[in-house]
């Protein structure tokens, strides 16, 4: 039998299950799958041998438009880090002794960076081992840092949230006329895309942010306090977003000075806590009022507000790496070219995942002005297309309705 395997990996976002959609209409269309099969929490759904069939889904298109715009992983997620095979070869063992269990033929990994890291070492060990087994990474991230794809989805969808809540923050702030500092923090470890889209706010007229600092610019305290004190002479308030990754001149996270230093399995800090570290200096240096904000999880799961091209996207992002599958390809990703700005048009495209795994995309210096507190008008053109459209959630007794897969 040709059977499948789909599993969803590292930190949700509210088009994840869009992907997951796309790969079960493709077996719908495609009529070369027998059965699907979706492993619960990732890869160590695949290892403790705790799968579901899917198949109940494929005909059921209300299921499928109601998963679509179903925010985090239906299937759940893990953060699971695979050891080389050469290291450790008993998981590869156990996951190959499940798609024997289970004939599958192709295994489809829906996730980020270290989803990609699954992928490359997965399929290298089968590649060496002989297995016949077609293994496709479909990409996502809100961060937008996976290389060789012109943005990721669920990047679009997060840029969208952030630049509405950044215009309404606007609006909040500037109803008052006393001195007063808002600090946003935004997702973003090494790579600010997401904090450069709050730049978008300004699409409608409004100002937007007054200052926007990302992380691959060296953060300095001294040229924050000073950029902040020129603003208030401006006008009375002052928006700020600032990427939860910014580093001071010796490499050290803002963030450090509250943090717990622990890291999760693939060796990340935990980080969060720049804006309570500004707010607690701006309170100290200037003495204004002073808030700060951490739109923390927000980002990732505000389905409500996704944009329509990510939704888009992200489905037909699961239809190529199941195309990819079917057509024999292994240690590839599907991928996005984008081809022009205006108008925007992209095509789908599949790039090898070694160029992927553990490689990231940062936001080009060049998009970043000179003073280092803005972005460029490159980075608008480039954001613009990707937050576009309104998406046709189902609601029920006055909320979005929701697809449980278990």
């Not at 909040?172 to 006393?178: E, F, K, R």
């Not at 927000?298 to 996704?306: D, G, K, T, V, Y």
């Not at 940062?362 to 000179?370: F, M, N, Q, R, S």
């Amino acid at each position: 039998m040709n059977n499948l395997l789909v599993a969803q990996s590292g930190g949700p976002t509210a088009v994840i299950n869009a992907t997951l959609a796309g790969v079960i209409r493709g077996v719908r269309t495609s009529n070369k799958v027998d059965i699907i099969y979706g492993a619960k929490n990732g890869i160590e759904g695949v290892l403790k041998d705790n799968v579901m069939k899917l198949n109940k889904f494929v005909e059921d298109t209300f299921a499928l438009d109601t998963l679509t715009y179903t925010p985090s992983s239906a299937l759940g997620t893990c953060r699971y880090k695979l050891e080389d095979w050469r290291k450790d070869e008993e998981p590869y063992r156990k996951i190959v002794e499940a798609f024997y269990k289970y004939e599958i033929s192709y295994f489809i990994y829906i996730g980020g960076n270290d989803s990609m890291d699954t992928v490359n070492k997965l399929s290298d060990y089968c590649k060496n081992k002989h297995y016949n087994f077609s293994i496709i990474g479909a990409p996502k991230t809100i961060d937008n840092d996976l290389n060789l794809t012109d943005h990721s989805p669920g990047f679009g969808s997060a840029a969208k949230y952030i630049a509405t809540t950044m215009a309404e923050l606007e609006s909040d702030t500037a109803s008052y006329n006393i001195p007063a500092v808002t600090i946003v923090e935004i997702m973003g470890r090494n790579a600010g895309w997401l904090t450069a889209s709050s730049a978008s706010a300004r699409t409608n007229g409004g100002t937007g942010p007054d200052l926007i600092y990302l992380c691959e610019r060296t953060f300095d305290y001294a040229g924050f306090l000073s950029d902040v004190r020129e603003k208030l002479k401006q006008k009375p308030n002052v928006l700020i977003a600032v990427s939860e990754g910014i580093k001071d001149r010796n490499g050290n996270y803002i963030s450090d000075q509250l943090s717990s230093g622990e890291t999760d399995n693939f060796g990340h800090k935990y980080i969060a806590g720049a804006v309570r570290t500004l707010e607690q200096l701006i309170r100290k240096e200037i003495g204004c009022k002073v808030r700060s904000i951490e739109l923390n999880l927000m980002q990732r799961a505000s389905a409500h507000i996704a944009s329509e091209t990510d939704v888009t996207e992200s489905l037909l992002l699961g239809q190529k790496a199941l195309y990819c599958a079917l057509t024999g390809e292994t240690g590839r990703m599907s991928a996005i070219k984008r081809l022009s700005n205006n108008p925007y048009r992209i095509e789908f495209i599949s790039v090898p995942v070694e160029e992927v795994a553990n490689k990231e995309k940062k936001v080009p210096l060049d998009w970043i002005t000179e003073d280092g507190h803005d972005v460029t008008k490159d980075m608008i053109e480039y954001l613009k297309p990707l937050i576009q459209g309104e998406t046709k959630i189902q609601y029920e007794n006055g909320i979005p309705r929701q697809m449980k897969l278990f």
